[in-house]
């Protein structure tokens, strides 16, 4: 932090730029000592403003060597322009001008992964949000749009493969035998989507012809050792090509489309216009390297980088505030591609059980905000699952209001209004009202309001006039800076259950689902000709982010899982099932009280192993107690060792009880077919690896089993499972196996990084005892790397997210190692250091000795001299 108070910037003060960048012209001379970056901008006048007189040009810049300076072709001396840490101003004479700037920069030191940095030797970028102006001076602003051309010189020895946007229009040698190739884009764009990659590398390619007929080439950069790793992504691609042509009419608008694998990377990946940047972890998958989990994050992520193109690239973002207006709508748009690829029913219980968890949490947090904030210090801050996550569902809750065609209708006015310009979610939602004739005014509180609804319901049923009726209040908590919210507009999907379990018709048309406009802060729904008492299911779908309230007797939970039709509010009823009994366990847990288990639990699970009908990914879902961090962010005040202790009963009594049917279940899912990432295996795999986790608690008799699948297994997703079950099982016997397998695991796959960070978070989520002391032990390991984002998440990120009896455990040292990390990342990589804070910031939810304990280390990272403006930003608003 080189300011004592970073500056907060509002949203409200939005204002155009002075002046506009018509072209962008770079040079890159790649360099071991020192890179040396030319950019020629034709700078303009912004006509729309009223200027008194011609206002300075002042261009952001950071860490950079400013060389030379040139307007219109003159030198401009260091008298005559003015240098911060952040800026360059340069006076101004004429309403049209060309300035020239030399900088040199040093990517090879460049640990922030933010900007031009070197990842495995190879030479990469990371613009968005603001690391363009670690590159060279600018006005980095995603409004500025413009045309970029862009020239590679290296050495051909090193970098052979020269990457940047757009096409390869030229390219030759130099007389000191370096090489030069130049890109050029034809569409304007803001300096966020900038790209370059120069590396020693090897690539797949294909081709797509588009519903146009025009054909695209496809290729898939990385490192030579991967390549056999890259086919399910060109898989994946191909489908997103095709399905956002099928469902929203959007063809490729390049001749070329490239995606490149890097090791060390911030975040999953990087929508760069025509040349996509991923984290290797969500691109490279071979069957025997990648578990079922990656291949289908693959490609969801494919996916949502790939529709960026038009939902943030064609269409952007005018200012940062405005980030879910791209994020929230393209992760819609790749939820439900994910949908239509596999099974949609469990795609949504996954995206509403993530939600949450994670993002209520948020919502409930110090660091809460609208899915469009009013201020920030640090725009990387924003990169949040409020932002991506509750945007998405915003987005969904438009698509669920106008319906699937006027949705379309909506979109195409959106790309067809403001394709080329940035704009901001007013845009979007003024598209889909004025396509469809709707009303969307008190909607547009979701984009303002900070927080997660609370939906209270109450119900009256009468006989006599056969009338059912639903009161429904709404109340929002709240949230930092936002005390009294106004009502939401919510759209609540409902059925009603007969006795018998069937869907009462609830109009003319026969329909057993209809859906509550809520918008008032109470309101009353009359149900007309209802013969007998009917049960109510609230929020089918999970039609709105938001919780519910309904004093569900378990008897009537048990009811609801076996009876609705609704595939989401089906699992819903055995979560709230579960979760009511897991907190009075927790409860008798933390009083020290003996402990059983509520035998309609075990009824519920054991229904669902017998019902053959079911999809089994349904099934696995359903057999999945409600985790650690559920219920904990349902909890008043949290006590994390009482919760897992809940847990770990609840889950050895269902073992116990139903250890027959888990192993019929898993014994029907033995098959020794080739591994195919299809939803159909993928179901099976995971209903089969469901039951051996619960068998895997049977202490040694089920232990033969474990090793068996461990050996035998022809897959990462068949053997992971079961090194996990091993490693995780409490039987004494089972340690010395477990061992074994780790050590063979990592014998066989220490050469693959994606393999290695799966080794580490396997050990880092093991909440065994002694686990933690494993675990700093492999801060030493060679697996590990303080210096890769990835290897942080598997082993500092898996233990503080995942592993809370050793993460709370009462000495307080899982806080130390988490706030350790903090602190070296601060200086290292602000935007990791920034992100590792997210469990502390919780603080204020748990019981002591934690509560003080968590603050105790905020406090103490606080502390610290030359706190990031990222990590300044979390821990003030936290200790506020
Ligand atoms: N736009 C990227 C995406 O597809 C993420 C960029 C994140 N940037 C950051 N500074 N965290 O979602
Ligand atoms: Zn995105």
Not at 155 to 180: C, F, T
Not at 278 to 288: E, I, Q, R, T, Y
Not at 492 to 506: E, F, Q, R, W, Y
Request: proline share 4%.
């Amino acid at each position: 932090m080189k300011d004592a108070q970073p500056k907060t910037i509002y949203l409200k003060d939005y204002q155009e730029p002075d002046y506009w960048i018509d072209n962008t012209e770079l040079s890159f001379d790649l360099g071991e000592e020192v890179t040396v970056v030319q950019s020629k901008l034709s700078l303009r006048l912004n006509e729309n403003k009223t200027h008194g007189s011609l206002p300075p040009l002042v261009l952001d810049g950071t860490d950079q060597v400013l060389k030379q300076v040139l307007v219109d072709g003159k030198t401009i001396e260091p008298s005559q322009y003015e240098l911060t840490d952040e800026t360059l101003s340069l006076p101004v004479t004429q309403k049209a001008f060309i300035v020239e700037v030399t900088t040199e920069i040093k990517p090879q030191e460049n640990t922030s992964l933010e900007g031009l940095y070197k990842s495995n030797g190879m030479f990469c970028t990371q613009c968005e949000a603001e690391g363009f102006r670690k590159i060279t001076y600018y006005l980095d602003r995603p409004d500025v749009m413009a045309k970029f051309k862009t020239t590679i010189i290296a050495d051909p020895q090193q970098y052979p493969v020269m990457l940047s946007n757009g096409n390869d229009i030229a390219k030759g040698e130099r007389k000191d035998g370096k090489q030069w190739v130049t890109w050029e884009v034809p569409f304007k764009k803001p300096s966020y989507l900038f790209a370059l990659v120069a590396g020693d590398l090897s690539n797949v390619t294909d081709k797509y012809t588009t519903c146009s007929g025009r054909e695209i080439t496809l290729k898939i950069f990385t490192e030579h050792k991967n390549i056999d790793k890259c086919d399910h992504a060109m898989t994946s691609l191909k489908k997103s090509m095709k399905w956002d042509e099928d469902v929203y009419g959007r063809e490729y608008d390049l001749d070329i489309f490239m995606i490149v694998a890097v090791d060390h990377f911030n975040m999953g990946a990087m929508e760069n216009k025509g040349l996509n940047i991923f984290n290797s972890s969500c691109v490279l998958a071979k069957p025997d390297t990648a578990t079922d989990n990656a291949y289908q994050r693959i490609e969801a992520i494919v996916g949502h980088e790939y529709f960026h193109n038009w939902s943030g690239n064609r269409v952007t973002c005018r200012d940062w505030f405005q980030l879910s207006l791209k994020e929230g709508f393209t992760v819609f748009r790749d939820a439900e591609f994910s949908a239509d690829m596999n099974s949609r029913p469990v795609k949504r219980i996954e995206d509403a059980n993530f939600l949450r968890t994670a993002q209520f949490a948020e919502d409930a947090g110090p660091t809460a905000h609208p899915i469009r904030p009013d201020s920030y210090i640090e725009i990387s801050n924003f990169y949040t699952l409020t932002v991506y996550e509750k945007g998405a569902e915003v987005v969904r809750m438009i698509h669920n209001i106008v319906g699937k065609e006027g949705f379309r209708k909506g979109s195409d006015l959106y790309f067809e209004r403001h394709d080329g310009q940035a704009v901001t979610t007013e845009e979007f939602v003024k598209a889909m009202e004025d396509a469809n004739q709707v009303d969307l005014t008190q909607f547009r509180r979701w984009y303002s309001q900070a927080g997660t609804p609370v939906i209270t319901v109450m119900d009256q049923y009468d006989e006599d006039s056969q009338q059912y009726q639903l009161t429904i209040k709404q109340h929002c908590p709240a949230t930092p800076g936002q005390t009294d919210k106004k009502p939401f507009h919510i759209p609540i999907a409902i059925g009603l259950l007969d006795p018998k379990g069937n869907g009462i018709a609830l109009n003319d048309a026969g329909d057993t689902t209809q859906v509550l406009d809520v918008t008032e802060q109470q309101q009353t729904f009359i149900f007309k000709n209802i013969a007998q008492q009917p049960l109510p299911s609230l929020l089918r779908g999970f039609s709105a982010p938001v919780k519910v309230k309904y004093p569900y007797s378990r008897d009537q939970l048990l009811f609801l899982a076996s009876h609705d039709s609704d595939g989401f509010n089906r699992w819903e009823a055995g979560q709230q099932l579960a979760v009511d009994i897991l907190e009075e366990l927790a409860e008798k847990a933390r009083q020290s009280q003996s402990l059983t288990l509520d035998d309609r639990l075990i009824q519920a699970y054991r229904a669902v192993l017998q019902d053959e009908q079911l999809d089994p990914a349904v099934a696995a879902k359903m057999l999945a107690l409600p985790s650690e961090g559920y219920l904990a962010e349902q909890a008043e005040t949290i006590y994390p060792l009482a919760i897992h202790q809940a847990r770990e009963f609840a889950k050895q009594q269902l073992a116990e009880a139903l250890s027959e049917a888990w192993l019929a279940v898993y014994q029907r899912l033995q098959s020794d077919k080739a591994y195919q990432p299809t939803a159909a295996d993928i179901a099976e795999r995971s209903l089969k690896n469901t039951c051996l986790s619960y068998l895997s608690q049977l202490g040694e008799k089920q232990l033969a089993l474990l090793e068996k699948q461990y050996q035998t297994a022809t897959n990462m997703t068949d053997k992971y499972a079961a090194l996990s079950c091993l490693v995780n099982a409490p039987a004494e016997l089972a340690k010395p196996v477990a061992k074994t397998a780790l050590a063979d695991f990592y014998q066989r796959w220490q050469e693959d990084v994606q393999v290695m960070e799966q080794w580490l978070a396997v050990q880092a989520n093991c909440s065994l005892p002694g686990a933690f002391e494993h675990i700093l032990s492999l801060q030493e390991h060679e697996a590990f790397d303080i210096k890769n984002p990835n290897k942080i998440r598997s082993l500092i990120g898996q233990f503080a997210m995942n592993n809370a009896v050793h993460f709370h455990q009462e000495t307080g040292a899982g806080y130390q190692l988490l706030a350790d990390y903090i602190i070296k990342l601060n200086i290292v990589n602000p935007q990791i250091a920034s992100r590792l804070l997210t469990p502390l910031t919780r603080w204020k939810r748990y019981g002591e000795p934690h509560q003080a304990q968590m603050k105790a280390e905020l406090v103490r990272i606080r502390k610290q001299p030359e706190l990031s403006k990222d990590v300044y930003e979390i821990v003030e608003k936290s200790l506020k």
